[in-house]
Each structure stands twice: as C-alpha cells, then as structure tokens.
C-alpha cells in the first residue's frame, strides 16, 4: 500500500471521512480535521509508519502536503538506514 493509501485509511477511519474528497489539493480544516485532529492525525501516522513526526507537520494545510511531507520522511529515514547498513556492510579499515 502506497503512502497516500496509508493516510487516506487512517483519515476515512479515523475521521469517517469520504475518500473521494480526499484531493491532493483537499483542505483538511474543509474536510473537519480541526488543529487538534491534526495534532492526533500525527501520532497515529508515526504508528503507522513508525516515524517520529517533527511538530512542523501540524501546520500543513492540505492532504497532499501531508503525503508528500511523510514521503520525504519516510525517504529521508530509508536513505540513513541505507547509510548506516553500506558503512556496516563495508567497514573502512582502520590506519
């Protein structure tokens, strides 16, 4: 399941929100998601993605800015990890 479908599921879910209504361009505040519904859309996304979630993401406005913001986390963490595994994997030696 792609990002997007993640955080649609847990918005219809948790929000009984329409799917459909869920644009790239959709205003969460439009949809009912209130800035204390953000604050918990946050937690229940780090759970979902296991991610620590920087308090930034409360202040985005629609649910495209959520998606692409989770996806640059999520790429931002599996490019450290891919990091720390090569320097693991290939240990320089030592003079």
Same mark, same amino acid.
């Given at each position: 399941? @792609?990002?997007?479908d =993640?955080?649609? @599921?847990l918005?219809? #879910?948790?929000y #009984?929100?329409?799917?459909? #209504?869920?644009?790239?361009? %959709?205003?969460?505040?439009?949809? +009912?998601?209130d *800035?204390? +519904? !953000?604050?918990?859309? /946050?937690?229940? &996304?780090?759970?979902?993605? +296991?991610?620590? /979630?920087?308090d /930034? $993401?409360?202040?985005? @406005? @629609?649910?495209g800015?959520v /998606?692409r913001f &989770?996806?640059?986390?999520? $790429? %931002? =963490?599996?490019?450290? $990890? +891919? *990091? *720390? !595994?090569t320097?693991?994997?290939?240990p320089?030696?030592?003079?």
């Amino acid at each position: 399941m @792609t990002t997007i479908d =993640r955080i649609r @599921t847990l918005l219809v #879910k948790d929000y #009984k929100l329409d799917p459909d #209504k869920l644009t790239d361009d %959709a205003r969460l505040e439009d949809l +009912g998601v209130d *800035s204390l +519904g !953000m604050a918990e859309l /946050v937690f229940n &996304i780090e759970d979902e993605f +296991g991610l620590t /979630v920087p308090d /930034v $993401a409360t202040t985005l @406005t @629609t649910f495209g800015e959520v /998606v692409r913001f &989770i996806d640059d986390l999520i $790429a %931002a =963490r599996d490019a450290q $990890a +891919g *990091s *720390s !595994m090569t320097m693991t994997e290939n240990p320089q030696p030592t003079p």
